[in-house]
């Protein structure tokens, strides 16, 4: 809560408290550490340890036994979890998304490995059809309209899927109605009662995700946008409404996505629900950020550290973001 000042200048000299790192330090409202981060990381079938991702420089898709390696340095950076998200040769997707269910597919594997690997560190799966079908949409498709019902059926299987593989968060991404609590009755029916689900609650059709979809193989494959399911960014009270939902289908923590340019709602969220709040620092604002420090525009480091501060100003409890293992080692262990 906001409190009057107490005295006014020259009693009150605010630059008396911001005058050395020292007592900036001691008074300093908000921190940052490796413990807030989530590392977003694309994992492909392929031999190849690491293919770099064009329009997100210095992000590369990991090979499953690289990203097994990564789960280790995870946990010696001191990153508490890691989303991983899946790039599909084009030749395996299909309207239905077949591959997002196969007990021995890409996800199956890697999450195993990686647990393998480093039991200690979080594995949170990404529970949406959009890297397995051929025309890119999250849900399954007929006459160009989402179908919502018929897809949370296929969503409970991917979910289910992905906790038998040993992930110990499910994250749908997605937007379709219904699905938390969908997901929720099918992980306590099929006893897995301890798996967690981080819900993309409130999740906007933002032009932010442009160079994850390179990243994951979907750019080409996506027909139309993604409106009539994702939300309209014009809109807050409706962000609270999905996120209440998501609470009482049940949510343990919630997501707002993209993170930079919908700071408002996560501050909005934070304030009104008792739960974690999350934000997905997403592709577009990691390859903006980037190419203004590749141009000499912006001086990389400080602008990486300083929008994660934001999001946890704005009251985070962590940030999903591909800069993770750079500002964990920025951080210090
Ligand atoms: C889709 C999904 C998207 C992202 C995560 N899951 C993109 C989309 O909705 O098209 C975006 C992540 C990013 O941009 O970094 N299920």
Known sequence: ??????????????????????????????????????????????KDARIPVASMPGVDRFSVSEAAKAAVEARALGIPAIAIFPYIDGDKKDARGSQASDPNGLIARAVKAMKDAAPEVGIMCDVALDPFTDHGHDGLIEDGRILNDPTIERLVEQGLMQAEAGADILAPSDMMDGRVGALRAALEGAGHQDVMIMAYAAKYASAFYGPYREAIGSAKALKGDKRTYQMDPFNTEEALREVAMDIAEGADMVMVKPGLPYLDIVRRVVEAFALPTFAYQVSGEYAMLMAAAQNGWLEEERAILETLTSFKRAGCAGIITYFAPRAAKLLGT
């Open 1 to 46: 809560m906001t409190k009057a000042p107490i005295a006014a200048y020259p009693a009150l000299r605010p630059r008396r408290l911001r005058q050395a790192d020292w007592i900036r330090r001691l008074v300093r409202e908000t921190t940052l550490q490796p413990s807030d981060l989530i590392w977003s990381m694309v994992v492909h079938d392929g």
